[in-house]
Structures are given as structure tokens and as C-alpha cells.
């Protein structure tokens, strides 16, 4: 018989909650360390259990609290964020970004999907266990940094600084969602990141096109031809180098992969495309999930006026697969731009520090083999698919190197939820199934055949 903590949960008054929290805006990138310290101290008061605080880094401060009792269990250190992203054009948001609205069978609100929600997730868990156990399945730490929209850029410093106090055997992310909302998913992988901008630069001033046109080189035909470069026409990225280190697919994983339900005309209608695109000799669901991408996020110069503007700029981000170095790729990028010809003009390349390679987790780990379980309590009769996070969570690669514990994903956010875009919503079903999961998780982590071994941590 499967122990369960009672469903009963009150899901309006738990709405309700959750509006409180996400009525904060705290938007990593502008808002002041006064907000952000009043969303940190909202999950503070969440975790009076665990004797929580808030604790000040160079940036936005992090949340830490642990519940601790049985020196022989493992320990698992569950890790969020409480910063948004900004809001973009008000005009087309549906409803206030930050007032949580129930429309219909969806909660809609800047923060509501990523990640305060799926955190709210495993705070109500772990208050059903005090509440009607008296105490938690294994001993827990837990980590919520407000940082994580912008880089992470001062979770590094703080992790490695804390890295005995953090010590545990797994890392488990209420950030990362899901594939889609038709099926349960876990992700075995999350791409890595290098980004960089390129600058083109001409005359010492913006000229007049009629005065000075067709006398001087134009930086934006310049940066236009540049940018070409970095792709063949047929989609494959033409940087020498760039696909260094990566093994060919196996038969095995496109078979895999074949047996994925995906509809490319379904994929490309929704995004209102007139066609799909990319490197050939792969499939859209491969080029997803197993291949490398350079994409231009950017450029900028002039305007809809009459001008030879003096400098053009273009922004690059390249997500990254297992077996790629992010050196390696950021150096054979900036190599190839440096060698474009540019008459008339200078070329700058500006490579951004932060580099995150790509998280890897095997499908025979114990929290995976835990979680594929816990999500089919949870969804009988559905298969579980082993997916891919085609985005950055710079966060992974940190834990494994600082703390030598690995992260699983197990978000209840999904991918469709307009993360990061205006409208922002979560499916109000998620927040029982997942309290359901996470509680069935920690059970299975915690004893029976998908126990988590414990390890000797650095303070043992």
C-alpha cells in the first residue's frame, strides 16, 4: 500500500496564497533589494519549519532553510528561484501581470509557471508532512536564489563559499518544465551556453545617406553579410570547429526519438511559420533535443530615418550539447567572425564571460528511476518519456562541480505556458498532481528499491 498525505488541500485558499506571492514583482533585472528581499522573506515565512532565513550575496539575496533529523537518511537539496522575468508590453497582457487571475481551468500572472509556482508546489508538500506526520520523509535543505533570470551571476561565488552547509546527495529543481501538458515527462539533459556580440563599426558619426552615400562603407551591410556567414543556406552552422567533440547519433536514441509522438505541421502551425528549418539530416525532434544551435537574438543600428549609421551590432547565443567544450565553440566563433572581410569597416567581437556547459543525467540514475515512478502514481496507465531541456539551467553544472551531487528535474510548469512572454499562465490541475508527485518522490527516495544512497559529505 502507497502512503499518501491527504488531497484534501483547499485549492482556493492555496490560489489565494500563491496571488500573495506572485503580487510581489520581483523582477531580477530593475527591481530594488527591497522587493526582492520581500519575496525572499514571503518563503521564508513559508518555512518555519526548517528554520529558514534570508542570507545576502553580492546580488539579490538567496533563501536557505533545512529540516535535518536522521543522520543515516540521504539528503536532497531542493532548488528554485523567486525572480521573474520583466513583464514586456503591458498592452498585451490579457490581465495585471502581477495579480494572479483565475480564468477558467488556468492561473495566469508574470512568475505564476516560472518558478513560483512549482516552488509553492513543494512548499504546501513539505507543510502536509509536518502537518500530518510530524516530519519529513528524508532530511532536506533547501536553496531559492533570486538571480536566475539574469545569469545566476553571484550563485557560483555563495555555492562554493557554502559549499559544506549545502552538502547532499542529490539536487532536486522545482525550475525546468516539462515537454508538454499531454504527457508526464523528465529531462536527462539541459543545453549548455556561450554567448557573445559582434560590432561593426564605420564612420565617427551617423552620416546623411544622400550627402554621404555611396562614398563609405554601410555598417549594416557589413554586419548583414558577417551574419550570413555563420549558417549554410541549407541550416547547418558553417563555423569550423563548432560541432567538435559531439558523438553521432545512435540508431538507438533516433529510434528513441522516432517513437516520440510529434507533428511537425502541428509544430509549425502553432508557431505560424511557412515552413520548418534547420540542419539538414535530422529531424525537427532531434534538432530539438540533440543538436547544437547558433542563433542571432539581435542586431541593431540606424532606423527608419534617412542615415549611414557609424556602427552596427548583432547578439549570438549558441545552446550546447554533451561532448561540446564551451571555450572551444566561443573561441571558434569569435575566429570565424574575425576573419570575415569587412571593406571599409572594422569588426569588434565582444565574447561574453559566462560560459555553461551542457547537464547530463543518466537514465538509470536512482532519482530518475525514483521520479519515472512517482509520475506514474501519479498519472496511471500514461508512459513516461525521458525528454530534453533545450534550454540553459546554469545552476546544474555548479551543483555537480561545487557539491558533486546531480539535479533532476521535476518542474510542473510546461513548456507552453508563455514562460518569459506576456500571459504567463499555469494549469491549476498541476498544483495537486504536483503535490502528489513531489510527495511520492521523497517517499521513494527515502527507502524501498529507489532509495538514494548516501554519501560522505564534506562536514561528516
Request: glycine share 8%; proline share 6%.
Amino acid at each position: 500500500m502507497v502512503a499518501m498525505l491527504s488531497t484534501n488541500h483547499d485549492t482556493q485558499a492555496h490560489l489565494a496564497e500563491l496571488a500573495e506571492y506572485v503580487a510581489i514583482p520581483s523582477i531580477s533585472r530593475d527591481a530594488s533589494l527591497e522587493t526582492m528581499t520581500e519575496a525572499a522573506n514571503w518563503l521564508v515565512g513559508q518555512l518555519d519549519f526548517a528554520d529558514a532565513y534570508v542570507d545576502a550575496t553580492a546580488g539579490h539575496p538567496v533563501v536557505r532553510g533545512q529540516w535535518i533529523q536522521d543522520p543515516s537518511a540521504p539528503t536532497i537539496l531542493v532548488y528554485g528561484h523567486y525572480d521573474v522575468q520583466p513583464t514586456g508590453d503591458l498592452a498585451e497582457w490579457i490581465t495585471p501581470p502581477f495579480e494572479l487571475t483565475i480564468d477558467g481551468d488556468v492561473m495566469r500572472g508574470r512568475g505564476c509557471t516560472d518558478d513560483k509556482g512549482p516552488v509553492f508546489i513543494v512548499l504546501k508538500v513539505a507543510q502536509a508532512f509536518m502537518a500530518q506526520e510530524g516530519r519529513l520523509p528524508l532530511n532536506i535543505k533547501f536553496l531559492f536564489e533570486g538571480e536566475e533570470e539574469i545569469g545566476s551571476e553571484h550563485l557560483e561565488k555563495y555555492v562554493r563559499e557554502h559549499a559544506k552547509e549545502l552538502a547532499c546527495d542529490l539536487v532536486i529543481s522545482a525550475d525546468g518544465a516539462m515537454w508538454r501538458p499531454s504527457e508526464p515527462s523528465l529531462s536527462l539533459m539541459s543545453k549548455g551556453l556561450v554567448t557573445l556580440s559582434v560590432e561593426v563599426h564605420g564612420a565617427n558619426d551617423d552620416l546623411h545617406s544622400g550627402r554621404f552615400g555611396g562614398t563609405v562603407a554601410n555598417p549594416l551591410h557589413g554586419l548583414a553579410q558577417i551574419i550570413a556567414s555563420l549558417h549554410t543556406p541549407e541550416g547547418a552552422v558553417a563555423v569550423d570547429g563548432f560541432y567538435d567533440g559531439i558523438k553521432p547519433l545512435s540508431d538507438e536514441r533516433r529510434r528513441e526519438l522516432a517513437e516520440v509522438s510529434f507533428d511537425d505541421e502541428q509544430w509549425r502551425g502553432q508557431l505560424g511559420v511557412p515552413e520548418l528549418f534547420g540542419e539538414p539530416g535530422y529531424s525537427t525532434i532531434e534538432r530539438l533535443w540533440e543538436r547544437p544551435t547558433l542563433e542571432v537574438n539581435g542586431m541593431e543600428g540606424g532606423g527608419k530615418y534617412t542615415v549611414i549609421p557609424h556602427v552596427a551590432a548583432a547578439h549570438i547565443s549558441c545552446r550546447l550539447v554533451p561532448g561540446q567544450d564551451p571555450a572551444h565553440v566561443l573561441a571558434a566563433v569569435v575566429a570565424h567572425l574575425e576573419r570575415q572581410s569587412a571593406p571599409g569597416l572594422t569588426v569588434k567581437v565582444l565574447p561574453d564571460e559566462a560560459m555553461v556547459p551542457a547537464y547530463t543525467i543518466s537514465a538509470d540514475h536512482p532519482a530518475i528511476r525514483a521520479a519515472t515512478e512517482a509520475l506514474a502514481r501519479t498519472y496511471p496507465g500514461e508512459k513516461v518519456l525521458l525528454a530534453c531541456i533545450a534550454g540553459t539551467l546554469p545552476a546544474t553544472a555548479l551543483f555537480e562541480s561545487a557539491l558533486g551531487a546531480k539535479t533532476l528535474f521535476f518542474s510542473f510548469s510546461t513548456s507552453d505556458e508563455k514562460l518569459h512572454a506576456p500571459n504567463e499562465f499555469m494549469r491549476i490541475r498541476r498544483l495537486g498532481e504536483g503535490m502528489q508527485a513531489w510527495e511520492q518522490l521523497w517517499r521513494l527516495l527515502a527507502d524501498g528499491p529507489h532509495r538514494l544512497e548516501k554519501v560522505t559529505f564534506f562536514n561528516d
